[in-house]
């Protein structure tokens, strides 16, 4: 009983903290999901993370989604996710309606505007908590043989080339990193 | 423009629940995706709402916590509907992630054994990087260009407040909501007396 109060009341603070969508909610959920309740692994995360961006849905309601069905089953998974958009029809529909009655949001517009530059740097934050793992074993920069791992880093600076200089899409970029690690492993494994 | 008359109800809500549906189960790549399709079957085909009004729409989406593809699907089942509206585009919108991710959930342990997925998981980890990277570098860079010396402040004090310091995120976003709400409070302020 405990464990679906603490899903709906976790994801229930995603929902209503997660302003500028997307990426935003990242940081959220990792505060809550791994920080918080160990729920799941950072690496666990970080595939939830990879996962949500090929499958269509936002990543909030994947997150919850899936955290929900590992912790609780289905009932967890539809208490999650209810969580999760409970404060956005309650924030939307109050703004509809005061919008409808005074058609101005000069107020929340300023309000974004600060937020903004802080969603920026809590999405830097979540980005460095998923790439130290990746270049370094240990998640502590250390360049120890062993520790430091040169082969993320190598399709890290490619997928940044893909992205930036041509402009590749995102998903494609990402499959394309998983491919080459595929290939190194086989052929390790086969040669 | 308000619905056509020979639009019952029913056929409203009908028409919302199948769109978000449909665009949400073929939509990757993020709300804003979404929330321009919503405006491409909602103002240029159907034209159930017009096009200065669904901007405003896309701003209230936007100032809305939660994720921007559901508040967009809230907001135009909002207008079209009112209450049940929102049910329904709510509804169609939540229903293939919460389908999807119920079936890699319980593919995930299988999953993660399998050689090939466990290097792909490995490898994509470095890309799923990259691409959070580059999305702070584009949004980075629009707060840099605008040289609001707040804003500049505001980023690297959550940065290094979230970093190296954990404060929790929330206080975070209480926090600059807060001087944002102040700041513009303050400028209507002055300007209501220079004017």
């Known amino acids: 009983m405990a464990v679906y109060v603490e899903l709906f009341l976790a994801f229930l603070q995603i929902g209503a903290f997660s302003f500028g969508g997307g990426y935003a909610a ?3 959920i990792q505060a809550q999901v791994v920080n ?3 729920w799941l692994s950072m690496t666990d995360f970080t595939d939830l993370i990879t996962i949500s961006q090929m499958t269509p849905g936002p990543i909030a309601i994947n997150a919850a989604t899936f955290v929900g069905n590992q ?3 289905i009932p967890g998974a539809l208490l999650a996710t209810l969580g999760c958009i409970l404060p956005s029809c309650i924030f939307v529909t109050a703004l509809a309606w005061i919008y409808t009655k005074y058609r101005n949001l000069s ?3 300023g309000v974004l505007e600060s937020l903004r530059p802080a969603v920026v740097a809590m999405i830097a934050t979540a980005g460095v908590a998923i790439l130290l793992p990746a270049f370094f074993l240990s998640g502590s920069v250390s360049f120890r043989a062993g520790n430091f791992q040169l082969r993320p880093v190598l399709y890290f600076a490619g997928a940044m080339l893909l992205l930036r200089k041509w402009k590749m899409d995102p998903v494609v970029v990402m499959v394309l990193c998983g491919v080459a690690e595929v290939l190194y ?7 | 423009m308000e619905p056509k008359k020979e639009n019952t109800k029913k056929d409203i809500l009908k028409k919302l629940f199948f769109s978000t549906l449909y665009l949400s189960t073929f939509t990757f790549g993020g709300g804003y995706v979404i929330v321009s399709l919503l405006k491409n079957k909602f103002v240029d085909e159907l034209h159930w709402i017009d096009e200065t009004e669904m901007m405003d729409l896309v701003a209230i989406a936007q100032s809305s916590p939660g994720a921007i593809a559901v508040n967009g699907a809230i907001v135009v089942g909002y207008k079209l509907a009112g209450f049940s509206g929102v049910l329904c585009a709510i509804l169609g919108a939540v229903l293939p992630p919460l389908i999807i991710l119920t079936l890699v959930s319980y593919c995930y ?3 993660r054994a399998n050689f090939v997925i466990q290097a792909m998981l490995k490898g994509m980890r470095a890309g799923v990087g990259a691409v959070i990277i580059s999305v702070v570098y584009d949004m980075g860079s629009s707060v840099v260009k605008s040289k609001d010396i707040l804003l500049l402040v505001i980023m690297a004090a959550s940065f290094l407040a979230n970093y190296f310091f954990n404060v929790n995120v929330i206080y975070i976003i209480l926090l600059t909501a807060a001087i944002g709400a102040v700041r513009t409070i303050y400028r209507e302020h002055r300007r209501e007396k220079t004017a």
Do not use: R, T
Not at chain 1, 185 to 191: D, E, H, R, Y
């Open chain 1, 185 to 191: 492993q086989s052929a390790v494994k086969f040669l």
């Open chain 1, 26 to 28: 990242m940081p959220l």
């Open chain 2, 109 to 111: 342990a299988a999953f």
């Open chain 1, 107 to 109: 107020v929340m517009q």
């Open chain 1, 71 to 73: 912790i609780a089953g």
């Open chain 1, 36 to 38: 918080q309740y160990h």
